[in-house]
Nanobody, 126 residues
Framework: QVQLVESGGGLVQAGGSLRLSCAASGVSLIRSAMAWFRQAPGKEREFVAAISQRTGSQPYADSVKGRFAISKDNAKKTVFLQMNNLKPEDTAVYYC???????????????????WGQGTQVTVSS
């Protein structure tokens, strides 16, 4: 059974940093594309960042480029999202997702991922 458990969320002031973690079990990080999505209050869930299992490619949403960085530790089966220079508009619930059949063109597509975590709240105050 696949489980993805996010942690590291919290309250931070604008300009601050947080590092989110996603502990995975029942899934291989070597064979799976991993991604972070987020959902702000009253908005649709949106893509943040992903890492391809085939090429290591790491696409990012335009809104987070240069501020966020995704990485993973295959041995520890953990995916990270380092978030720097946080802004109030980054406030959202952040979700980790995994999928073994995700192709390059689908890395930013929610429907391509089979497994999801419960999410961790990130709140950025101004």
């Amino acid at each position: 059974q696949v489980q993805l458990v996010e942690s590291g969320g919290g309250l931070v002031q604008a300009g601050g940093s947080l590092r989110l973690s996603c502990a995975a079990s029942g899934v291989s990080l070597i064979r799976s594309a991993m991604a972070w999505f987020r959902q702000a209050p009253g908005k649709e869930r949106e893509f943040v960042a992903a890492i391809s299992q085939r090429t290591g490619s790491q696409p990012y949403a335009d809104s987070v480029k240069g501020r966020f960085a995704i990485s993973k530790d295959n041995a520890k089966k953990t995916v990270f999202l380092q978030m720097n220079n946080l802004k109030p508009e980054d406030t959202a619930v952040y979700y980790c997702a995994a999928g073994e059949r995700v192709i390059m063109s689908q890395l930013g597509s929610q429907s391509a991922y089979d497994h999801w975590g419960q999410g961790t709240q990130v709140t950025v105050s101004s």
